[in-house]
Structure formats: C-alpha cells, structure tokens
C-alpha cells in the first residue's frame, strides 16, 4: 500500500529537549514537505526537499531542521523546540497532478 | 506566507441538506485541489482541478476551478454523516522546483442528528 509514515503520532516534551520526527514513504517520490497545522491557520509548509541532499525553506522554518540523506526518508528535527512549537506536523510526498498524499500527523506539546 | 480565504469556517447542516464552500485568494494558482480530514488523520485528496473554468465531479462531490484562477467552491449533495469533517482547499504553484500548497484555514462541517 502506497503510504507516507510518520512517528511518533503523539510526543509530549519539555522546552529545548532535541527531539526528531520520522517520516517514510514506500512510492519513490522525490519530493518531499513539512507542514504545522494550527487552528484557525491551517496548514503552513515549514521544510521541503526536491530530492536526496537538496532541501529548502519553507514559510515556517525558524526553529526546525530536516535532512534527507535518502530518497525514501525525511525527518524533521526540533533542536531546541518551545512551547511555540506545539501543533499538528504532517509529512507529505508529492504525487504530481494528484496532489500530496500526507501521513497521518504527529501532535507535538511542548511544555 | 500567504494564505486563502476559505468560508464559510463553521457548517451546521441536517443529515440530507446540500452544503457549498469555496475559497478566494488574491494570487493565482495553477491547479486547486480539495481535501478532507477526518479527526486524527492526515488530509485526504478528494477533488483536483486544472483548467480555469473547470467543474469536475466525483460521486456527490462537484467543484469548480473560478475562471480568474483565484477561486474554487465545493459542493456537496444529500449529506450523509461520513461526510463529517474539516475540508480544505489549497492552491498549487511549482516555484523554482518547490511544489507548494497553499491551504485555506479550512471549513469544519457538522451533520446535526
């Protein structure tokens, strides 16, 4: 089943605990992004890549790093996350015509 | 960044009733897409459109890519309770290899029993 995977889907942690997000996906798509969905805001792209080794800002970067040392993985990383921090995270590949298919979410509080 | 307008952000309808939404932006975008997210999960493609001026169907489901290419509505017919949600337009520009989306702040629909 063609699917994009995220973990953890629930993480609670406390201000400037590193933490990393995993997100997978099994259909070869090169294109890959992060989004942060907060109410009333919907979702903002925080991170994307174009391919292995080629990542690039979003509209939403402060505070986040990603990598994408191979094509299939692409995870985002929380250095030093605050409590600004607590949203939704989805991570999506792009399917060309037919849009994104996102994960399934991962609810971050930071406290 | 910029975001569209979505209205209306809040629908309170019956079971059966016809529901419309659409979304407005002052950009103009190259394909509009619709989503929906059920509680818990991540959005789910349910419409794409194209051309300007393009209405497509899918099942109860028809929407419209606006002629200016800065609009689309969604309507849906006879609502039933799976269709319990919070729907999402989203506008699609390749910039420079960045296949962007840009979402509506989402409408959230209600079926009252």
């Known amino acids: 089943e063609a699917q994009v995977t995220q973990n953890p889907r629930y993480l609670i942690t406390v201000t400037g605990k590193k933490l990393t997000v995993t997100c997978s996906q099994n259909m070869n798509h090169e294109y890959m992004s992060w989004y942060r969905q907060d109410p009333g805001l919907g979702l903002r792209q925080i991170y994307y890549?174009?391919?292995?080794?080629?990542?690039d800002k979003g509209d939403v970067p402060e505070g986040y790093k990603v990598s994408r040392k191979e094509k299939r993985n692409f995870p985002l990383i929380l250095e030093s996350p605050s409590p600004n921090q607590t949203s939704l995270y989805f991570c999506a590949s792009w399917e060309g015509g037919s849009g994104y298919t996102f994960g399934s979410g991962t609810r971050l509080t930071v406290v | 960044g910029q975001q569209l307008n979505q209205s209306p952000q809040s629908m309170f309808i019956q079971e059966g009733e016809d529901v419309s939404m659409n979304c407005t932006s002052s950009?103009?975008?190259?394909?509009w897409l619709w989503y929906k997210q059920d509680p818990g999960e991540g959005p789910v493609l349910l419409i794409a459109?194209?051309?300007?001026?393009e209405l497509t169907s899918n099942g109860r489901l028809t929407a419209q890519f606006g002629i200016t290419r800065k609009d689309s509505f969604l309507n849906i017919s006879a609502s039933i309770p799976s269709d319990v949600g919070i729907y999402f337009c989203?506008?699609?520009?390749?910039?420079?290899?960045?296949?962007?989306?840009?979402f509506g702040t989402g409408t959230r629909l209600t079926i009252i029993p």
């Open positions: 950009s103009i975008f190259n394909t």
């Open positions: 459109l194209y051309k300007a001026g």
């Open positions: 989203a506008g699609h520009v390749s910039n420079f290899g960045n296949e962007k989306l840009t």
């Open positions: 890549s174009m391919n292995v080794e080629v990542t």
